[in-house]
């Protein structure tokens, strides 16, 4: 699959090259980089790394009928992490936090930001934890990595060619692969049956996850009543 990798040892963040850089630059190119001082999370969080331990790059997408599907190219990111990460290196227990956060069992091995200015660009950032062995001070979620999972070290070129040409397959794809991005996400949905907290119409609610719809809508029922979710942050309730 064609693209091109631009990769820097250290960078702020690779999303804000290419918001930067955007316009000189072609359709599917990449950013990577071992290090980033400023690495940029969901909701205004930084996003961690230590220097040469993990994964971390974004994908520029320029071509206006995939500009034009938006957030939606977010779920083809997820899938295709998730099931490299399944069934080229055989981890168990991946799951996909919805919309586009990957788990092993409760913890976070990778999370996605897109970023963008719809129909100009659409950058999909990735950061995947490889090799680290600790995360030190706070985070949102409890993170974890490859490594910590299997107990070997990741060979990081080797992971990203074949994660990338996977990447880059989904998104030309994308129209083709819809049902099996469906069918592998629902049946790796981590929040599916779990009670959560949501914020909808300027309230938080809560109520139970009963799954992803075609539209990939979260679907959240409470007394029968249910509540489709396009976007936002879930929080799933600590049982008492
Ligand atoms: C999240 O909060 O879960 C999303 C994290 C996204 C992190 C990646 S790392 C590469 C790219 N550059 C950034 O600054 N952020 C994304």
């Not at 586009?100 to 999370?111: A, E, F, L, Q, T």
Request: hydrophobic share 35%; aromatic share 12%; glycine share 6%.
């Amino acid at each position: 699959m064609h693209y091109q990798e631009i990769h820097f040892a250290t960078i702020d963040s690779t999303n804000k090259y290419l918001k930067e850089n955007y316009a000189s630059l072609d359709d599917l190119v990449i950013v990577s980089s071992d290090y980033q001082s400023k690495g940029k999370g969901r909701n205004d969080r930084i996003w961690k790394s230590d220097n040469g331990d993990n994964l971390l790059f974004s994908l520029l997408i320029k071509e206006r009928d995939l500009v034009n599907l938006g957030g939606y190219l977010s779920l083809p990111a997820a899938y295709t992490v998730a099931k490299y990460l399944e069934e080229e290196l055989n981890i168990k227990d991946v799951y996909i936090k919805w919309p586009n956060d990957i788990y092993i069992k409760d913890k976070k091995v990778c999370g996605i930001l897109l970023e963008g200015q719809l129909p100009n660009y659409l950058i999909i950032g990735i950061g995947i934890n490889l090799n680290q062995k600790d995360f030190i001070g706070d985070y949102h979620v409890s993170p974890t990595s490859l490594f910590l999972e299997t107990g070997k070290k990741i060979e990081i070129n080797d992971f990203k060619k074949g994660l990338f040409s996977s990447l880059i397959s989904s998104i030309i794809n994308v129209d083709e692969l819809k049902e099996d991005f469906l069918s592998y996400y629902q049946s790796h949905d981590y929040l599916k049956d779990k009670e959560v907290s949501f914020y909808i119409d300027n309230e938080y609610k809560n109520g139970k996850v009963v799954g992803i719809d075609d539209k990939f809508a979260l679907i959240i029922e409470k007394d029968g009543k249910r509540s489709a979710l396009q976007s936002g942050e879930i929080t799933i309730k600590k049982e008492n």
